[in-house]
């Protein structure tokens, strides 16, 4: 059974930084696209960066471009979102997803993903 673990979150304060991490088992990232997504509070989930099945491509939203950065370390089966200069805006539960997608291209969109994490909580204060 797939199991995407989100850890990393926290309260932080605007302009500092946090490193997201995703830990699966029961699916290989090597082997899938990977992707982050947040949900705010009364908003809908969006995407934030993706990562493609082969790695080589990577693409995030124009809401966190220059701030954020997907990356991933198969060996140890991993995907980190880094999120620099972070604003209260960026407050939101984020979630890790997983799916087969395209090997060149990153995924953008939620319907590409197959397996979801639980989400870890993004509080940024002013």
């Known amino acids: 059974q797939a199991q995407l673990v989100e850890t990393g979150g926290g309260l932080v304060q605007a302009g500092d930084s946090l490193r997201l991490s995703c830990t699966a088992s029961g699916v290989t990232f090597s082997a899938n696209a990977a992707a982050w997504f947040r949900q705010a509070p009364g908003k809908e989930r969006e995407f934030v960066a993706g990562s493609s099945r082969g790695g080589s491509d990577t693409f995030v939203a124009n809401s966190v471009k220059g701030r954020f950065t997907i990356s991933r370390d198969n060996v140890i089966n991993t995907v980190y979102l880094q999120m620099n200069n972070l604003k209260p805006a960026d407050t939101a539960v984020y979630y890790c997803?997983?799916?087969?997608?395209?090997?060149?291209?990153?995924?953008?969109?939620?319907?590409?993903?197959?397996?979801w994490g639980k989400g870890t909580l993004v509080t940024v204060s002013s």
């Open positions: 997803a997983a799916g087969q997608g395209s090997y060149y291209y990153a995924p953008r969109t939620s319907g590409e993903m197959d397996y």
